[in-house]
Nanobody, 115 residues
Framework: QVQLVESGGGLVQAGGSLRLSCAAS????????VGWYRQAPGKQRELVADITSGGTTDYSDSVKGRFTISRDNAKNTVYLQMNSLKPEDTAVYYC?????????WGQGTQVTVSS
């Protein structure tokens, strides 16, 4: 069973940067589009960025121009570079396949942005 492990979160001031990583235990990422999702307290989980197996990317309007998603298929890892962070970016961040049946969600990584 594929396991997803997110890392790289932390506490940062507004305007700062973080780089998140998501490692999959198998090679499933290399064959699939992958998304970064986030869930803030009291809110539903939302998709913020995704990347196809060929490297095409897409972003939600709330993060466009500030976040960059990338992937390293050889390492079965997907990254999310987050710049110009805002307090409203505070959430637990998760990764998962973009389409089809979702894998078991990992524990996520907490991102907290102070004003």
């Amino acid at each position: 069973q594929v396991q997803l492990v997110e890392s790289g979160g932390g506490l940062v001031q507004a305007g700062g940067s973080l780089r998140l990583s998501c490692a999959a235990s198998g090679s499933i990422f290399s064959r699939n589009a992958v998304g970064w999702y986030r869930q803030a307290p009291g809110k539903q989980r939302e998709l913020v960025a995704d990347i196809t197996s060929g490297g095409t990317t897409d972003y939600s309007d709330s993060v466009k121009g500030r976040f960059t998603i990338s992937r390293d298929n050889a390492k079965n890892t997907v990254y999310l570079q987050m710049n110009s962070l805002k307090p409203e970016d505070t959430a637990v961040y998760y990764c998962n396949v973009r389409f089809g049946v979702k894998l078991n969600w990992g524990q996520g990584t907490q991102v907290t942005v102070s004003s």
